[in-house]
């Protein structure tokens, strides 16, 4: 039984984008529908039996018509391809208001075959080419639906996510309780584990959600445990594998250098215990790249020595997404020759170019500036910061004294 997991599509970021006048669309909803493509084309060559989507299909809870229509296409190709399709509820699917569908909604409201959508905690029995398999499927959950305002009255925070902590501790436990042993089984889930390294999606999100701990998860009735919502793909254990895949697609610097993708999972249906492998296939996600330059205030030619730094990176600049970062002394500032510098970047899909004007600071002597100290208490000040001996201290300034004094006379 082969099986695809992704996660966090997030169709309907654009930012770092233009509109493409072939298409009428931003390029960067063409990144991640390249991407996507990528997976699914992939599904369909290699004649996958599941594919497992683990939540946050869209930016907002609100997409566009289009963005709507480009993810429908997709999954419309697997689903009449015979390919079973679990799709997962994530954060950013769920309406601001509870009464309210969610995007993904459609999917099963016009019962389209081979999609099965996850808005609840539930157990899902799914037969596919390479058999029956069970998935645990555990969505983004609201507070509301878990804790009722009686219990949540006069708790802080802390208090709260501990609480949701331990209900979905429970939802986890109770569905993997229900399980035929007898069939495979997977839990997908769109929740946080307090082991995963973060990546740039949660750095506004800590402390704000419950996070969960790697026991509650990795149970040993489930042979494979699909995440979502960390952007960063990684392994959390091997026995049973607990996984996150990542999202398909870069979002900002923040995700630079993680490598983007999904993971194929192939189960043995047999067996006790059944036999789980597991690999990550990357795809061909937009690249970010940063070029850092520090310019000393002796630079004769700052914008040689910037250009300079761009072409070693000139390979990785086409296509790119790239920012210039420039440490420059502010007596440099007015030579750079900045249309020489954009044009160094032309071939990079989308350039930023980001100034730290180093303002020189004066040298402060204790109290006093360089402009109130005498000469020869200056040359003692030095003489004492740059670790000399008293003894030859006491000798360089009987020499400078007299210097200073032959000087003024």
Same mark, same amino acid.
């Given at each position: 039984?082969?099986i ?13 984008g233009?509109?493409?006048p072939?298409t009428?669309?931003?390029s ?14 992939y599904?369909?060559?290699n ?5 497992l ?9 609100e ?5 709507q ?5 997709r ?7 015979s390919?079973p399709?679990?799709?997962l ?9 509870v009464g309210r569908a ?5 999917f ?5 075959k081979?999609?099965?959508?996850a808005?609840?905690p ?16 555990v969505?983004?959950?609201r ?22 902590? !331990?209900?979905i501790?429970q939802?986890i436990?109770?569905?993997a309780?229900a399980?035929?042993? &007898? %069939?495979? +089984?997977i @839990? ?6 307090g082991l995963?390294?973060?990546?740039s ?6 402390g704000q959600?419950?996070v969960?701990?790697l026991?509650?998860?990795a ?17 959390l254990?091997?026995?049973?594998p ?22 194929v999972?192939?189960i043995?249906?047999?067996?006790n ?5 597991f690999?990550?296939?990357?795809v061909?996600a ?11 205030p ?16 000139q !390979? ?5 997404i790239v920012?210039?970062?420039l440490?420059?002394?502010? &007596? %440099?500032? +007015?030579? @750079?020759?900045?249309?020489?510098i954009?044009?160094?970047?032309k071939e ?10 180093q ?16 000469p ?8 004492e910061?740059q ?13 400078g ?9």
């Amino acid at each position: 039984m082969k099986i695809t997991h992704f996660a966090d599509l997030h169709l309907g970021v654009e930012t770092y984008g233009h509109i493409d006048p072939a298409t009428g669309l931003s390029s960067r909803l063409n990144d991640f529908l390249a991407v996507f493509d990528e997976l699914v084309d992939y599904a369909l060559k290699n004649k996958v039996d599941l594919v497992l989507f683990c939540g946050d299909a869209y930016k907002s809870r609100e997409p566009t018509q289009t963005q709507q229509r480009e993810f429908a296409r997709r999954i419309n190709r697997l689903a009449t391809a015979s390919i079973p399709v679990f799709i997962l509820t994530g954060n950013h699917d769920l309406p601001n208001a509870v009464g309210r569908a969610t995007a993904t909604e459609i999917f099963d409201t016009l019962a389209v075959k081979n999609v099965y959508v996850a808005n609840k905690p539930d157990i899902y029995r799914i037969t596919t080419p390479g058999g029956v398999i069970q998935v645990v499927a555990v969505p983004w959950l609201r507070r509301s639906s878990l804790l009722s305002r009686e219990d949540t009255k006069n708790l802080d925070l802390e208090k709260v996510n501990h609480m949701m902590q !331990e209900a979905i501790t429970q939802v986890i436990s109770s569905k993997a309780a229900a399980l035929d042993p &007898s %069939l495979p +089984g997977i @839990l997908a889930a769109h929740v946080s584990i307090g082991l995963a390294k973060a990546g740039s999606e949660s750095m506004m999100s800590i402390g704000q959600e419950p996070v969960l701990l790697l026991s509650t998860v990795a149970l040993p009735v489930f042979d494979y445990v699909a995440l979502g919502h960390i952007h960063k793909q990684q392994v959390l254990s091997e026995s049973p594998p607990v996984v996150y895949a990542g999202s398909l697609e870069r979002i900002d610097f923040g995700e630079e250098n993680d490598e983007k993708g999904f993971y194929v999972v192939d189960i043995q249906p047999e067996g006790n215990p059944r036999q789980v492998s597991f690999e990550f296939h990357p795809v061909k996600a937009r690249r970010f790249l940063t070029i850092s330059v520090e310019l000393k205030p002796e630079e004769t030619d700052p914008t040689s020595a910037v250009l300079a730094a761009i072409k070693t990176q000139q !390979e990785k600049v086409a296509g790119a997404i790239v920012r210039l970062i420039l440490k420059i002394p502010s &007596s %440099l500032e +007015g030579n @750079l020759r900045n249309n020489d510098i954009k044009d160094a970047l032309k071939e990079a899909l989308n350039f930023t170019i980001a100034r730290e004007i180093q303002h020189e600071t004066r040298l402060r002597l204790g109290s006093r500036t360089i402009e109130e100290i005498t000469p020869l208490d200056a040359l003692k000040k030095y003489l004492e910061m740059q670790q000399i001996s008293p003894e030859r201290q006491k000798v360089l300034l009987e020499h400078g004294k007299k210097l200073i004094e032959g000087k003024e006379s």
